[in-house]
Structure formats: structure tokens, C-alpha cells
């Protein structure tokens, strides 16, 4: 007989032999072990009604310990999950419900009006409720449940859940992934970053997207360890709780506000093992204030919703240091390389397509076959659509750096402009914040340079200086034609800057 290769079942294959011990603490009260295995299968009973098993569930409800039962209760029935952002309106949840046909539909009583109606167009036959205090349809039909529930048997290339790219240009894609593709993601990185069962996670992130739903969680899942689970990022409640905490996980925006608190200092954060940053790019700047003041260096790692985690700096000081700019080597039995346009490699120190191939890398996109195909090599690497260098000055040629997405690549006068050269420079100089470089269209270059730059606080920019100290460094095709001076950056919920928000604006 094969085994049973449900995700559920490896997680819980962690969890500790002590069922009475908290796993989730939450500002009002803390859920076992046992309360986490038993309030998901009340669910997945609930579930096993109204689904089959490789149905989709599509979920846009508020963080709450009861969210994370409902996922845990959709691996067990065997169901794919689909988390979405809290924030899709009407329009953007109509496109998903329609695209991914959901058997069920769970939804935050407030919209429910809505919701309804765009899952009734979709041909969804149940839609439920649950809100962030727990109330709502899903909980009162799972309260006169059972709470035992054998996970239904799934092998490695079942699907476990379908998450959709943001897509800020053309239609937004879903990534299929499978009970395979997440088991052996996790199970690399409890190795990698050596969790522990007596490790305490503060987890802040949301749990719509990878980095929350998937990288934190199951790490602690599979580890045993207990989870502080907040609802978003309050700093307040991060500074409360991260004296009893061993590990921290956040998008590089929650590092930034922390710092900018004087209460956030070494004493608070004695007893923490280490603090890891992704989803978007950790300024070289936050990485050196927090290791100055702090102590630790924040461990940077890469990833995305194709393929988890990719990359990451080391965890365990014998198998390298972590470097600034860069998100570090391939993670254990996973290949990167960097490429040209035909493919081929480039040498160490050159900029080229990042791709990727393991047993992390989804099974495709969500009906999208061509797709699918268009973005896979002929010998099966994933063209990750993001720019990155190998190696380079000073670096150790395993080390990966992200150069950006090379749909943000800048082609002016024929010339390509990575926008990351020009930011690096702008960064450094005196007053600047952080900076954003763009290609907005241009009559006779194609694409023209433009930076967005934000002052420190109290700094004033002095806009001409800038542009001469940029054009004493950079080739003139690179020197932006304009500099707008903004207070904030656009960012998503991740803290990805919204580069095409910005082309908008100053196209
Ligand atoms: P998502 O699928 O929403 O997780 O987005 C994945 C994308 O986020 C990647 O393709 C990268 O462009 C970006 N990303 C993730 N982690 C990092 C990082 N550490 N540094 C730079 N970009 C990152």
C-alpha cells in the first residue's frame, strides 16, 4: 500500500507528543495541539460534505486561528486551497471564482452580499462565512461535527492549493501547487533553518500569500514549535511579544517600522535566533542598521508562488555568511542558474533570467497549458521573470542577487537600464531614503529613466546636485530625465513596490 503523501499528514507528523501544549497564542487566548487538530477536522467534516476531494475551496476571510484550521482542514478532505487577498474587491474575486470554479466558498460575513453573487455566476454551490472572531456559518456547522478525521489519501503530485499571482500586467495566473511541491519546501527549510520545537514564531504576516501561509506556518507546524499569531503588523504587540519569541519572520517593511521604534533594541530581542526577510528586497541599508544595532544579521531569502522558497543566506554560520544584497544560495536539492535571452549561462558576475528546478517548482498554471509551456525550458527549468547575478565583486559565485523582474527592465535607445544599478546609487547618496527606477514611454528613446526617490525624514533632495552626481557614475543613458521627490513608495501588502502604479503616474 502507498503511503498517504498529505501534506496534513507530514505537517502533523511534527507536532508535539504533548497535545495540551500551545501551539497558537493569540493577545486574547492560547489554542493547543489538540484544539488545532480537532477544530480542523469538526472543519474537513464540514468540508467532506459539500466537496470532493481535488474541488476547490476559495477563502478571503480576516487571519484568525480558526483561518488557519479551515486550511489545514482543506488538506485533510483532500480539497485545493485558494487564499485570497483580503483586499480583491468585487471585480478582482468574480475573475478568481470564475477562473477556478470553487465547490465551496468561504467568505467574511461583511461581504457576504457580494460574495454570493459573484460565486453564484461561477456555478458555487455553497458559500460560508467565517469572521475573524470566529463567528459566522463555517463555525456553527463545524461545532456539531465530529474531531477526528483521517486525512484522505493524496499522492506527492495531487494539488494542495492554487495561488494567484498578483499579476499587475495581463491576466492573473494560478499556480497549481501540490501536497509534494509544499511537503518537501518545508521539510528543506526545517532542516535548513534549523527549527526547533522549543522555537516560538512571531507571525505577522498574512496568510493569503507563501510567505505567511506556507514558510512560516509550516515550519512551526512541522516543527512543533508554539506560533505567536497576531493579525497583521502592530508594532505595539511585536515589541510585547518578541522577548518571549525565538524567531521572526516579516517583508522587509516590518524590519524598516521596527527600526524606526526607539523601544526595538538588542535587551528586547535577547532571546532571538534569527530574524528572516523575503518577499521583497531588504535594503543594504536595513540589513547594516540592523545588525549595528541589533546584533544579528537578518537572514534575506528568495522565493515566489511558483516554486516557495529558492534561495536563502545561511542559517548555520558554517555554511557561509549572510551578505547584504544578496538571498544567498540554492536551497539543499534545488538548482539555480542565471541565463540569457537563448538560455545558456552567463558567467559568474553577469546579470541574466534567474531560473529554477527542484521538487519545490509547481505543476503549472491553472488552465493555462501554453502558459505553462512558454514558461518552462525544454529540459524543464522555470523562467522565474526575475533578473539576478551569480556571484559578482566580492561575492561568492553560489550567492544569488536579485536585479529585479525583467519585465521592470528599462530599454532606452536600444540599451538595456536595470533599474537596481541606478537605485543602489541613488540609495547611497546623502538624504535619500529609498529610491524606484522606472521606464516610462518615450517618443524618441522608446523608454525614458525616471527615478522616484524618498527623502530621509528631516532631509531635503537637491534635485540637480542628484542628477549630477548620478551622471559622474552612469553611462548618459542610465542618468534618469526626471526625479520626482515623494514621501512613500507604493507597496502591496508584501512591501513589493508597485512599479507599474508608478508608470501609471508618470507616463
Ligand atoms: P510572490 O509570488 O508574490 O511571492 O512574488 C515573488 C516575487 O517576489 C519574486 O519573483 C521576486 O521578484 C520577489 N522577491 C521575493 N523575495 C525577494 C527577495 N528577497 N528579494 C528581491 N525580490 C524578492
Redesign the pocket.
Same mark, same amino acid.
Given at each position: 500500500m502507498q503511503s498517504n503523501e498529505n501534506l496534513y499528514v507530514v505537517l502533523a507528523s511534527g507536532f508535539p507528543e504533548d497535545r495540551g501544549a500551545v501551539a497558537l497564542q493569540t493577545p486574547e487566548r492560547g489554542y493547543s495541539w489538540d484544539d488545532i487538530d480537532r477544530g480542523s477536522a469538526r472543519i474537513a467534516n464540514v468540508l467532506r460534505m459539500l466537496a470532493c476531494p481535488g474541488a476547490r475551496v476559495a477563502v478571503q476571510v480576516h487571519k484568525s486561528p480558526e483561518a488557519l484550521m479551515l486550511y489545514l482542514a482543506a488538506l485533510r478532505a483532500g480539497l485545493v486551497y485558494l487564499p485570497l487577498n483580503t483586499a480583491y474587491h468585487e471585480s478582482e474575486v468574480a475573475y478568481f471564482l470564475g477562473d477556478a470554479e470553487p465547490a465551496v466558498v468561504v467568505c467574511d460575513s461583511g461581504n457576504l452580499e457580494w460574495v454570493e453573487r459573484v460565486a453564484r455566476q461561477a456555478g458555487t454551490a455553497h458559500v460560508l462565512t467565517l469572521d475573524a472572531d470566529a463567528g459566522g456559518t463555517l463555525m456553527a456547522a463545524a461545532a456539531g461535527q465530529g474531531d477526528a478525521f483521517v486525512a484522505v489519501a493524496r499522492q506527492a503530485g495531487d494539488l494542495a492549493a492554487i495561488l494567484y499571482?498578483?499579476g499587475t500586467t495581463g491576466r492573473s495566473k494560478g499556480a497549481m501547487l501540490t501536497h509534494g511541491n509544499l511537503a518537501s519546501n518545508a521539510l528543506t527549510l526545517k532542516e535548513y533553518w534549523g527549527w526547533r520545537p522549543d522555537d516560538v514564531l512571531l507571525h505577522m504576516l498574512p496568510i493569503f500569500?507563501?510567505?505567511g501561509l506556507f514558510v512560516a506556518t509550516h515550519g512551526a507546524l512541522l516543527s512543533g514549535a508554539r506560533m505567536v499569531w497576531l493579525p497583521g503588523l502592530n508594532i505595539d504587540q511585536a515589541l510585547r511579544y518578541l522577548p518571549e519569541c525565538t524567531l521572526m519572520m516579516g517583508v522587509p517593511t516590518y524590519y524598516v517600522r521596527l527600526l524606526g521604534d526607539a523601544r526595538f533594541t538588542r535587551e528586547l530581542c535577547a532571546g532571538v535566533r534569527l530574524f528572516v526577510? /523575503?518577499?521583497?528586497?531588504?535594503l543594504e541599508d536595513t540589513f547594516r542598521e540592523f545588525e549595528a544595532r541589533i546584533g544579528p544579521r537578518i537572514l *534575506? $531569502?528568495? /522565493?515566489?508562488? *511558483?516554486a516557495g522558497m529558492i534561495t536563502s543566506n545561511p542559517c548555520d554560520p558554517a555554511l557561509g555568511e549572510r551578505i547584504a544584497g544578496t538571498?544567498g544560495p540554492a536551497l539543499p536539492g534545488i538548482a539555480v542558474r542565471v541565463v540569457d535571452d537563448a538560455d545558456r549561462s552567463v558567467a559568474a558576475g553577469v546579470t541574466g533570467h534567474v531560473q529554477v528546478r527542484g521538487p519545490n517548482v509547481f505543476a503549472g498554471y491553472w488552465r493555462m497549458p501554453e502558459k505553462t509551456q512558454q514558461e518552462f525550458t525544454g529540459d524543464g527549468w522555470f523562467r522565474? /521573470?526575475?533578473l539576478g547575478t551569480l556571484g559578482g565583486a566580492g561575492i561568492p559565485d553560489h550567492y544569488l542577487s536579485?536585479v529585479g $523582474?525583467s519585465k521592470d527592465l528599462i530599454i532606452s535607445g536600444g540599451y538595456n537600464v536595470y533599474p537596481k544599478e541606478i537605485e543602489i546609487i541613488l540609495d547611497d547618496m546623502s538624504g535619500v531614503q529609498e529610491s524606484a527606477v522606472i521606464g516610462v514611454p518615450h517618443k524618441d528613446f522608446g523608454e525614458a529613466v525616471v527615478a522616484v526617490v524618498v527623502p530621509r525624514q528631516g532631509a531635503s533632495i537637491d534635485v540637480p546636485a542628484m542628477l549630477a552626481g548620478l551622471k559622474a557614475e552612469l553611462a548618459n543613458f542610465k542618468v534618469p530625465k526626471q526625479i520626482h521627490v515623494v514621501d512613500s513608495l507604493p507597496r502591496n501588502t508584501?512591501g513589493?513596490v508597485q512599479k507599474n502604479v508608478l508608470r501609471q503616474r508618470y507616463g
Open positions: 499571482t498578483s500569500h507563501i510567505h526577510s /523575503g518577499s521583497a528586497p531588504l *534575506e $531569502r528568495y /522565493g515566489m508562488s *511558483e538571498v522565474t /521573470g526575475d536579485i $523582474r508584501m513589493k
